[in-house]
């Protein structure tokens, strides 16, 4: 059979015949664990399903059944047990998984006992690409494997594994035709980069990995710092207080010689850049990865990273198991970075990690990006319709999933038509050329540090005051914030001040920390006083730490108003004021700005839009002032414990009743979005393009920025807060504002948006449009319980309703108004009247 055959040794050898390609199984490799993992190397190049995407791994064995057939199985990782009983109850009650099963294609080896099969049953979605297709297109995609196939280059042999790439092709019968009447619901399109939508073709990279001869020694998460873990059930005992035991992910780094202070690591965590990244981009790639070596110099290991850079002509692919790699790719909507990793499920070791980053972040020069994405495509994308594929399964690959996307690519494209608006920089200069290197440095460092097993800490952006981050001097020497690993905004100033630092250049002192717990060799017998030593310093100001479940992910709403993705100072709210103040200087100037020849209104647009998109964020974070909670990372029961302040402390309420000004002076203010005529009647389209022809919406735009407030304030979540904040309240003593209850909120907000009733004024149209959406809101409320305010709520909402109706009647007679104004109070008036008299609606 193996007759002229090429063989190339490995863990699992790889005989390749013609178009035939066996894999050779040892005898002694069957039952024994491995870990398999799928990445991929070819996609889409829209909406996420991109290539240079590092997929899902697993422990998996080869278990023969019978003598002609072969099993390879998902282990279940997740549960274990020590002692005979329990591992014999363990194995009756968690099953394993059947990964892909293969006839035997050959007799035993006469010595070696090794036997062959065919790696057709590679060429079957294992990794469940399919579902993600099927997700973000609506299409029910089939792999088809007579039309798939194994790909000559790409595989990898040595004794420590073996890595196999395939051709998968997709395809379905036919496109469906579009519905005759509009969804409510939108639905996606077929993809837009393929010569015929009906077929693609996926990439796929398997890896076959023996895992470490020796274990290595696992350390255990502590809370009040940011790691990733690999979490397992220990059934050994029924007398823990939990069965969950969370293991830090992190590379095995030992010394040479562990008796220096400082020594090189028996093997470096070495990262490869992939030749795919353009060359002008190399440097400063390889840049963002060495920084990291400062926090581990600091813990006695001298280059503990290396970075080397692929050659050219080699045709391995660093997407295999043997080379952690950094490589770039393309796409429409290519402004996004991620940085996952392989780790061991018995004790979190990282084994292979793939940075990948999108080539979006250069061509922002260009302003290819920003011009491409119309406000049509981020209504898609803010409905869910572009979600990318995370490439992992359980809750590990969603935690370790990163993805600098949309905002980023709002953040920065805000940041550069600012500067460019107010002549700091000009498209053309190396002062742009040095602001996308910079950005791009950022986005590296952030990404090595997720792959050397940090999560993001969304509250590093708070450790300095505006007036240390407006000091060219001071942010030079000590950066924007505690840590490279939040989503960090621009450090943009207003017209008038100083520019200081853009952004980051080096990993902050909280990054220095994380990397000590992780990483400083500790002995055996000490490291449990040892780590507590470590992790004992989180409360002090420049090791604040929060994480994505204290932002807003995870499920969780988010209740700290200093846990923010793109903010900065340690007033986040004068930042929001800020920006409010940048956006209408950004949008002056726009008005003001003379299109070069060729340019046409494309920067006037994306002026507008990022504008736009800068607001949203800021309502939304703003918002979460009102009824927010301040929190403190701290383990009770531990000795830095005693005497720390109290893990939740309601926001002070002078600052929740700016947070309310904030919002309805300036966000809920139609003065706030005043354009000149004539500079909307010029907004040109692309008349290249076959899309986008209509005039952009203003109302629209300002109604999206208004309902992401009106959201966060009329939540469940908020008006419980408030009704429980007088539980976390002593006695009101003398001189203290007064708390804000919900009763001030819906009386504060209600008279802000129907400001005009009492004033006796016509309402403008962008008014007229918050005015609808919040009676929308109330409506809802008082005739729904799908999710139900609390009682109280309800209670007060009814009752500011009762007032508004009131007030809607007088209005609604009073002479000498427009129509359009008229009609506005009439239909309001009907529509809250009816909702006042229906009763509940139960679900």
């Known amino acids: 059979m193996i007759k002229d055959a090429k063989k190339s040794d490995g863990l699992l050898a790889l005989w390749r015949k013609d178009d035939k390609v066996w894999l050779e199984i040892p005898a002694a490799l069957f039952d024994q664990p491995l870990m398999f993992s799928v990445n991929i190397s070819h996609a889409l190049g829209e909406r996420g399903l991109v290539g240079s995407t590092m997929g899902p791994n697993w422990l998996a064995s080869f278990v023969k059944v019978g003598s002609a057939q072969i099993q390879l199985l998902a282990l279940n990782t997740e549960h274990v047990a020590t002692g005979a009983a329990q591992q014999l109850a363990l194995a009756q009650n968690f099953s394993r998984s059947l990964l892909?099963?293969?006839?035997?294609?050959?007799?035993?080896?006469?010595?070696?006992?090794a036997v062959l099969v065919d790696a057709v049953f590679l060429l079957s979605d294992i990794p469940s690409y399919g579902r993600a297709l099927e997700a973000t297109f609506r299409l029910p995609y089939s792999p088809d494997r007579g039309n798939s196939h194994i790909r000559p280059t790409g595989t990898y042999t040595n004794a420590e594994g073996t890595t196999v790439s395939t051709n998968m092709h997709f395809a379905i019968p036919r496109l469906p035709a579009p519905p005759l009447i509009p969804s409510p619901v939108p639905q996606p399109a077929p993809p837009a980069t393929l010569p015929d939508a009906r077929s693609l073709f996926i990439g796929y990279v398997y890896n076959f990995s023996k895992l470490p001869a020796q274990a290595m020694a696992p350390r255990k998460a502590d809370g009040r710092i940011g790691h990733f873990f690999d979490t397992v059930v220990d059934f050994?005992?029924?007398?823990?207080?939990?069965?969950?035991?969370?293991?830090?992910?992190?590379?095995?780094?030992?010394?040479?010689?562990?008796?220096?202070?400082?020594?090189?690591?028996?093997?470096?965590?070495?990262?490869?850049?992939?030749?795919?990244?353009?060359?002008?981009?190399?440097?400063?790639?390889m840049a963002g990865v060495l920084e990291w070596n400062q926090a581990f110099e600091r813990i006695g290991f001298k280059n503990a990273i290396v970075a080397l850079q692929q050659p050219d002509d080699v045709e391995w692919d660093t997407l295999d198991s043997a080379h952690a790699s950094l490589r770039w790719y393309l796409g429409l909507d290519s402004g996004s970075a991620t940085g996952p990793n392989h780790s061991d499920?018995?004790?979190?070791?990282?084994?292979?990690?793939?940075?990948?980053?999108?080539?979006?972040?250069?061509?922002?020069?260009?302003?290819?990006?920003?011009?491409?994405?119309?406000?049509?495509?981020?209504?898609?994308?803010?409905?869910?319709?572009?979600?990318?594929?995370?490439?992992?399964?359980?809750?590990?690959?969603?935690?370790?999933?990163?993805?600098?996307?949309?905002?980023?690519?709002?953040?920065?494209?805000?940041?550069?038509?600012?500067?460019?608006?107010?002549?700091?920089?000009?498209?053309?200069?190396?002062?742009?050329?040095?602001?996308?290197?910079?950005?791009?440095?950022?986005?590296?460092?952030?990404?090595?540090?997720?792959?050397?097993?940090?999560?993001?800490?969304?509250?590093?952006?708070?450790?300095?005051?505006?007036?240390?981050?407006?000091?060219?001097?001071?942010?030079?020497?000590?950066?924007?914030?505690?840590?490279?690993m939040d989503y960090s905004a621009t450090n943009l100033p207003l017209p008038g001040e100083r520019r200081a630092a853009l952004f980051e250049r080096t990993i902050g002192p909280y990054d220095h920390w994380a990397i000590e717990y992780a990483y400083r060799p500790l002995d055996a017998k000490t490291e449990i006083d040892d780590l507590e030593?470590?992790?004992?310093?989180?409360?002090?100001?420049?090791?604040?730490?929060?994480?994505?479940?204290?932002?807003?992910?995870?499920?969780?709403?988010?209740?700290?108003?200093?846990?923010?993705?793109?903010?900065?100072?340690?007033?986040?709210?004068?930042f929001f004021e800020r920006r409010l103040q940048l956006t209408r200087e950004l949008w002056r100037r726009a008005q003001d700005w003379k299109p070069r020849a060729g340019e046409g209104a494309l920067r006037q647009r994306s002026m507008l839009a990022t504008g736009f998109g800068q607001?949203?964020?800021?309502?939304?974070?703003?918002?979460?002032?009102?009824?927010?909670?301040?929190?403190?990372?701290?383990?009770?029961?531990?000795?830095?414990?005693?005497?720390?302040?109290?893990?939740?402390v309601p926001v002070d309420p002078a600052q929740q009743r700016r947070a309310l000004e904030f919002l309805t002076k300036g966000l809920f203010s139609a003065d706030s979005f005043r354009f000149a005529p004539q500079f909307l009647a010029n907004l040109a389209p692309d008349y290249v393009e076959m899309r986008d022809r209509a005039p952009l919406s203003i109302p629209n735009a300002v109604l999206r920025v208004q309902t992401t407030a009106l959201d966060r304030l009329l939540s469940t979540g908020t008006a419980a807060r408030?009704?429980?904040?007088?539980?976390?309240?002593?006695?009101?003593?003398?001189?203290?504002?007064?708390?804000?209850?919900?009763?001030?909120?819906?009386?504060?907000?209600?008279?802000?948006?129907?400001?005009?009733?009492?004033?006796?004024?016509?309402?403008?149209?962008?008014?007229?449009?918050?005015?609808?959406?919040?009676?929308?809101?109330?409506?809802?409320?008082?005739?729904?319980?799908?999710?139900?305010?609390?009682?109280?709520?309800?209670?007060?909402?009814r009752l500011y309703a009762g007032r508004l109706q009131a007030e809607l009647r007088v209005a609604a007679a009073r002479p000498g108004l427009s129509i359009?104004?008229?009609?506005?109070?009439?239909?309001?008036?009907?529509?809250?009247?009816?909702?006042?008299r229906a009763s509940m609606q139960r679900s």
């Not at 239909?827 to 809250?832: E, I, Q, R, S, V």
């Open 100 to 113: 892909a099963s293969m006839p035997v294609a050959s007799a035993p080896h006469p010595e070696s006992k």
């Open 236 to 285: 050994s005992s029924d007398r823990r207080v939990s069965q969950r035991v969370h293991y830090i992910n992190r590379w095995r780094l030992e010394k040479k010689d562990p008796q220096a202070a400082l020594s090189e690591p028996i093997k470096p965590i070495t990262y490869w850049l992939d030749k795919n990244i353009p060359p002008e981009y190399r440097a400063t790639v």
């Open 345 to 484: 499920p018995r004790t979190g070791e990282i084994l292979d990690a793939d940075i990948k980053i999108g080539d979006g972040w250069g061509r922002f020069l260009r302003r290819e990006v920003v011009e491409q994405v119309s406000f049509a495509q981020a209504d898609q994308r803010q409905a869910g319709l572009t979600a990318p594929w995370h490439g992992g399964h359980g809750d590990h690959a969603a935690q370790a999933y990163c993805n600098y996307a949309d905002d980023a690519l709002s953040e920065m494209s805000f940041a550069l038509d600012a500067l460019f608006a107010q002549g700091e920089i000009t498209p053309e200069s190396p002062e742009a050329e040095a602001f996308v290197q910079g950005y791009l440095k950022n986005v590296v460092m952030h990404e090595v540090g997720h792959t050397l097993g940090l999560k993001h800490n969304f509250k590093a952006s708070t450790v300095y005051t505006q007036a240390q981050l407006s000091d060219p001097a001071f942010t030079e020497a000590n950066g924007l914030g505690n840590s490279v």
């Open 533 to 574: 030593h470590i992790a004992s310093r989180s409360t002090e100001p420049l090791l604040a730490f929060a994480d994505d479940a204290d932002a807003d992910g995870f499920g969780s709403e988010g209740v700290d108003p200093l846990v923010n993705r793109f903010d900065l100072g340690s007033d986040p709210l004068a």
């Open 615 to 648: 607001l949203r964020s800021s309502a939304g974070l703003a918002s979460k002032y009102v009824g927010g909670m301040n929190t403190v990372r701290e383990v009770p029961g531990t000795p830095a414990a005693a005497g720390r302040q109290a893990t939740f």
């Open 722 to 797: 408030l009704l429980d904040l007088p539980l976390y309240l002593g006695a009101a003593a003398a001189g203290k504002p007064r708390p804000i209850s919900l009763a001030e909120v819906y009386g504060t907000l209600q008279g802000a948006i129907w400001s005009e009733l009492k004033a006796g004024t016509e309402i403008a149209p962008l008014r007229r449009n918050l005015q609808r959406e919040h009676l929308r809101r109330v409506q809802s409320a008082l005739v729904r319980s799908a999710t139900p305010l609390p009682p109280d709520a309800l209670s007060l909402l």
């Open 820 to 836: 359009e104004t008229q009609a506005h109070l009439q239909d309001g008036l009907n529509g809250l009247s009816e909702a006042l």
